[in-house]
């Protein structure tokens, strides 16, 4: 067993690696609280416990990533993937499959539990974070709040002036979010990319907005400044970031370690959830090794069960549950109201005197706000391409208002879940983000790239999403505070949560209505 823990004191940055012994004898096989998954759901979970005084253990499918490889470093960088790049795979699959048709991008790599994960299903794929941690390893940073009507308008059962005055700010102080110097974005040369797409949007007659970061941006002008090492000024985002970034394991996992009453296992998988018959959770979880082996499959009990594997790891757990029938209280809307967060990304090509730089920000500071339009509302990230040369690429991760949602099925032949989207879901999404760049292409005479997604001349990326959501649906599959319906002492606290869509990035949702979900049960349902 790896057991993680951290030095005496609490509020610790760092988490130390203790042991990567084999099983001990006092080995923690029960804990009264068990969190399954150390993503933005499962952090919150493990904090908010832990500080309760109750003993927690968290399982966690992926690694610690806290040693430093041969090159001294713990993550590898987007221009050299090597082995710590994705999960398990022989060759890595970067969002960018081209770049002028050519198979340049991606890499042979030797299968490893590397940090990025892209799961696929029939007509989509989704990217994950794998690791203590979870997307906040591979993420671009963007902590953005949803507006408020919005909000309420997913959300109609939660107290919308509650979550905007309590758990959205306290959401955002915990998980360190700050904004780039105004002053400096405008002179650097590694947001050059970002002025030049506000140039167009703003010929077009379109509103730019800056976005929050947790990435720490005195860090990053210290690295422009070349007084510290690069990170995000150096090619790396999705397959982890050295320094600079304040992902969970720097936060809230930190601090959860802290309070001395939380552990957490890596490399577990749990694969099975069951209720005994005093009423604990008994849960069966495979422990790999670095080949992907299963070495040992464990068991684990718990009086208080929470989930925070994210949208596809609970609704996997959850729908197999039910279907199998270890659960047969669950209702339908276990794995149903998932969606994309309307996600398709896209190029435009610049004309020669617009250039976009050849260094570029890994981390995006700035997007395009249509969502106002109500006949095509759009969130649109401008995004980098930081591939250390001049491209002339604006490259963008559009959030449309796509309505569509699909359901998980448990497939008994396999043992795992197929996801119901289809290809005309995608459709919607791109026709959204089509109606928006062509205006912008049309207002600067530009056109789109074909280039960039693979060899077919694919202007939108209509096959993978960053944003995964729903599943678990608050109020349907839950209740409102994200207790699962058909059983007690049984929780969502992750982006399952989310009915598919809000309109922004979403881990600062995910993380506030894990506050809030947190702070009603430790006080109604953990009471002595
Ligand atoms: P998540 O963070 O995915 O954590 C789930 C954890 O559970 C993972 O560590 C899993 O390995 C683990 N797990 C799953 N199943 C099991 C199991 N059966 N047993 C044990 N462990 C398990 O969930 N969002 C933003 O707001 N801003 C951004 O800039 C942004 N950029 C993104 C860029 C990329 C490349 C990607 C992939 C995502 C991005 N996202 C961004 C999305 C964001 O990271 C995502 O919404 C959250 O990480 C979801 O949080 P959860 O707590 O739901």
New binding site residues.
């Given amino acids: 067993m790896i057991a993680l823990q951290t030095a005496a004191t609490a509020g610790l940055t760092r988490i130390g690696l203790q042991s990567d012994h084999a099983a001990e004898p006092d080995a923690v096989d029960s804990a009264p609280a068990i969190v399954?998954?150390?993503?933005?759901?499962?952090?919150v979970a493990a904090l908010r416990l832990g500080q309760a005084g109750i003993r927690t253990l968290v399982?966690?499918?992926?690694r610690l990533w806290n040693t430093p490889g041969s090159d001294g470093k713990i993550f590898c960088s987007t221009a050299a993937p090597d082995q710590r790049s994705m999960w398990f795979r022989n060759r890595t699959e970067a969002?960018l499959a081209s770049f002028l048709w050519l198979d340049v991008v991606n890499k042979d790599i030797t299968p490893y539990p590397g940090a990025?994960?892209r799961v696929h299903f029939d007509n989509m794929s989704v990217?994950?974070?794998?690791?203590?941690?979870?997307?906040?390893?591979?993420?671009?940073?963007?902590?953005?709040t949803p507006l408020q009507s919005y909000f309420t308008e997913q959300f109609p059962t939660v107290d919308a002036s509650e979550m905007y005055n309590t758990y959205f700010p306290r959401a955002r102080s915990m998980l360190g979010v700050n904004t780039v110097d105004p002053t400096w974005f405008e002179s650097t040369e590694w947001y050059q990319f970002a002025r030049t797409s506000r140039k167009a949007a703003a010929n077009t007659g379109l509103k730019t907005t800056f976005v929050p970061?947790v990435y720490d941006f005195d860090y990053m002008q210290r690295e422009a400044a070349g007084t510290a090492t690069r990170s995000a000024l150096g090619q790396e985002?999705?397959y982890g970031n050295n320094y600079g970034k304040r992902s969970?394991d720097k936060t809230y996992l930190a601090s959860a370690l802290g309070t001395g009453n939380v552990t957490i296992n890596t490399l577990?998988?749990?694969?099975a959830v069951s209720r005994a018959g005093d009423g604990s959770w008994t849960l069966t979880?495979d422990r790999i090794d670095n080949t992907g082996a299963v070495v040992e499959t464990k068991q684990y009990s718990c009086t208080y069960l929470f989930l925070?594997?994210?949208?596809?790891?609970?609704t996997?757990?959850l729908v197999r549950a039910r279907d199998t029938g270890a659960l047969p209280a669950l209702n339908s809307s276990v794995g149903a109201g998932w969606g994309t967060n309307g996600n398709t990304m896209l190029g435009r090509a610049n004309h020669i005197w617009d250039t976009t730089g050849a260094n570029q920000s890994t981390m995006?500071v700035m997007g395009i706000d249509d969502w106002a339009n109500t006949d095509n509302p759009v969130f649109a990230?401008i995004a980098p391409l930081p591939i250390g040369f001049e491209t002339w690429v604006s490259l963008y991760?559009a959030i449309t208002k796509n309505p569509e949602r699909a359901s998980f099925t448990y497939d008994s032949s396999t043992g795992s879940v197929k996801l119901g989207w289809s290809a005309a879901q995608s459709a919607v999404s791109v026709a959204m983000a089509k109606k928006l760049f062509d205006r912008i292409n049309s207002a600067n005479a530009t056109i789109y790239r074909y280039d960039l997604f693979g060899s077919s001349s694919k202007i939108f990326a209509d096959d993978f999403c960053?944003?995964?959501?729903g599943g678990c649906v608050l109020g349907k599959a839950t209740d409102n505070y994200g207790r699962v319906k058909g059983y007690s002492k049984l929780y969502v606290?992750?982006?399952?949560l989310v009915p598919g869509s809000i309109g922004?990035?979403?881990?600062?949702?995910?993380?506030a209505l894990?506050e809030r979900t947190m702070a009603r049960v430790l006080v109604e349902d953990t009471a002595p």
């Fill in positions: 399954v998954g150390s993503g933005y759901g499962g952090a399982l966690e499918m992926g969002p990025l994960d990217y994950v974070g794998r690791g203590v941690g979870g997307g906040s390893l591979v993420n671009g940073g963007m902590a953005v970061n985002v999705i969970l577990e998988k749990v694969k979880a925070g594997g994210g949208s596809l790891g609970t996997e757990l995006p990230e991760l960053y944003h995964p959501l606290t992750d982006g399952s922004v990035n979403p881990f600062v949702t995910i993380t894990a």
